[in-house]
């Protein structure tokens, strides 16, 4: 019989490291923006290769505000993926913008670089792509594209003629410690927004950030005016307020509220610190469930490939190399798997299967189209049929540091046992 196991779908990886950093924010008197919130976000620019990095309380507070940097609002339209999560393109509301979406190329979850230059218009301010599993996109495609379509393109700002073409304000929410060509998530795109959710690799339990690449905008201004932004406006977080006297204040504009605190920061720093370790365990799992659903008919999205586009299966250790070389390595976020030729009803029940044997699974993601605030919007799923496509027989393993070899090798075991059973009882 089959020992019967118990396999989270991404639990966090909390150590005492963690907990003993929480406790000296604890036990420091500031648990709200402060010292430990500034050195976090100095050591995720280290990391990164950014100018600079700023914290908020998500990443979708990050991609607003980035928007809202760039004077993104009425009147303006931003494109973004059909097949991502909700925060990609709800902050293009927010702001007032329309949304523009694009379907994705065929057999892919990237968006298809073709149809996305169809898509620009003198009203296009910004695109934002998706890093969906922790793969970066191909930004040089997609520079290319907005190159070319800058015959239609009109700033509105200062900060939009800096950058010279649509701004690329990438969902970089999965891609933190990913990279292709030799260049790191969160130094290549205008700016990039990383999620420290409680199911990323990186946590701070809730919390994002946002990093923008040299040599574009005065740092020291956008980075006083985001923080302006994520504390009602306010010239004076509680952090500057402390010194002797220094009570007085002003509200530059009405702002919003999503800082982050030093609890979360502590929590980070240490997550952080340990991160080139968590980094290299997620790309050993990845390599060995590729060795594990070889030859079940599963196809499994590559998160690393080296420069003349063959798979690095089992070689994960040396990831960083081959995308230095002209490859890429993504971060291991999501362990995406689709079922060739299978339904969305076969795809479903293959989940239930899974979780009756332990396996907790998912699927990322409904294309924005199927959703109601979307359907809302005017969108219809028959305009996306290749991200339809991509959805429908989508499984999305678990992927954490807390699994073992032996975990990944049952989950793949679960699946394939699975997929036989529903075949023979008729499910296609």
Same mark, same amino acid.
């Given at each position: 019989m089959t020992e019967h196991r118990r396999i989270s779908f991404s639990p966090p990886d909390i150590t005492q490291a963690e907990i003993d950093e929480v406790v000296d924010a604890l036990k420091s008197g500031w648990i709200t923006t402060g010292p430990k919130t500034k050195e976090f976000e100095r050591l995720l620019a280290d990391f990164t290769g950014a100018e600079r990095v700023a914290t908020f309380s998500s990443a979708?507070?990050?991609?607003?505000?980035? $928007?809202r940097a760039l004077g993104v609002g009425p009147g303006d339209e931003v494109i973004t993926s059909a097949y991502t999560y909700s925060a990609s393109c709800s902050v293009i509301c927010h702001v007032?913008?329309?949304?523009?979406?694009?379907?994705?190329?065929?057999?892919?979850?990237?968006?298809?670089?073709? @149809?996305?230059?169809?898509?620009?218009? #003198?009203?296009?301010? =910004?695109?934002?792509?998706?890093?969906?599993?922790?793969?970066?996109?191909?930004?040089? /495609?997609?520079?290319?594209?907005?190159?070319?379509a800058r015959d239609r393109w009109q700033p509105a700002n200062d900060m939009q003629r800096a950058i010279g /073409?649509?701004?690329?304000?990438?969902?970089?929410?999965?891609? +933190?410690?990913?990279?292709?060509?030799?260049?790191? *998530?969160?130094?290549?795109?205008?700016?990039?927004?990383? *999620?420290?959710? =409680?199911?990323?690799?990186?946590?701070? =339990?809730?919390g994002g950030a946002l990093a923008w690449r040299a040599g574009l905008f005065d740092?020291? #201004? +956008?980075?006083? %005016?985001?923080?302006?932004? *994520?504390?009602?406006?306010?010239?004076?977080?509680?952090? *500057?307020?402390?010194?002797?006297?220094?009570? #007085?204040?002003?509200?530059a504009f009405p702002g919003w509220k999503c800082n982050m605190t030093d609890m979360q920061a502590a929590l980070g720093l240490a997550q952080l610190r340990r991160y &080139?370790?968590?980094?290299?365990? /997620? /790309? #050993?799992?990845?390599?060995?469930?590729?060795?594990?659903?070889a030859g079940t008919g599963a196809e499994v999205l590559r998160h690393f490939e080296d420069a003349t586009g063959v798979s690095a299966a089992g070689a994960a250790d040396d990831a960083a190399q081959r995308a230095d070389a002209g490859g890429f390595a993504s971060s291991a976020h999501l362990m995406l798997v689709?079922?060739?030729?299978?339904? @969305?009803?076969?795809?479903?029940?293959?989940?239930?299967?899974?979780?009756?044997?332990?396996?907790?699974? %998912?699927?990322?993601?409904? &294309?924005? &189209?199927?959703?109601?605030?979307?359907r809302n919007l005017g969108f219809d799923i028959t305009s996306f049929p290749n991200a339809l496509a991509q959805y429908e027989n989508e499984v999305t393993l678990p992927l954490h540091t807390l699994l073992s070899d032996d975990d990944v090798d049952y989950v793949a075991a679960a699946l394939?046992?699975?997929?036989?059973? $529903?075949e023979a009882q008729g499910v296609s």
């Open positions: 979708t507070a990050a991609l607003e505000c980035a $928007l007032g913008a329309t949304p523009v979406l694009c379907d994705t190329a065929s057999g892919s979850y990237e968006m298809d670089y073709d @149809a996305l230059a169809g898509l620009i218009t #003198e009203r296009t301010r =910004a695109v934002i792509p998706v890093d969906i599993a922790g793969r970066m996109i191909d930004y040089d /495609r997609l520079f290319a594209v907005l190159e070319e /073409r649509v701004a690329v304000v990438a969902d970089a929410a999965h891609s +933190l410690g990913a990279t292709r060509k030799g260049q790191r *998530s969160g130094s290549v795109a205008d700016f990039s927004a990383f *999620s420290f959710h =409680a199911v990323k690799n990186l946590t701070t =339990a809730e740092s020291d #201004e +956008l980075y006083q %005016n985001l923080m302006l932004m *994520s504390l009602h406006g306010q010239t004076k977080d509680a952090l *500057s307020k402390t010194k002797a006297g220094a009570w #007085e204040y002003d509200i &080139p370790a968590l980094l290299a365990r /997620r /790309r #050993e799992l990845v390599a060995r469930y590729e060795a594990a659903l689709r079922l060739p030729g299978k339904s @969305a009803a076969f795809r479903n029940a293959l989940i239930e299967h899974l979780a009756e044997d332990g396996v907790s699974a %998912n699927v990322h993601y409904k &294309p924005l &189209p199927l959703l109601t605030a979307y394939s046992r699975a997929a036989h059973v $529903l």
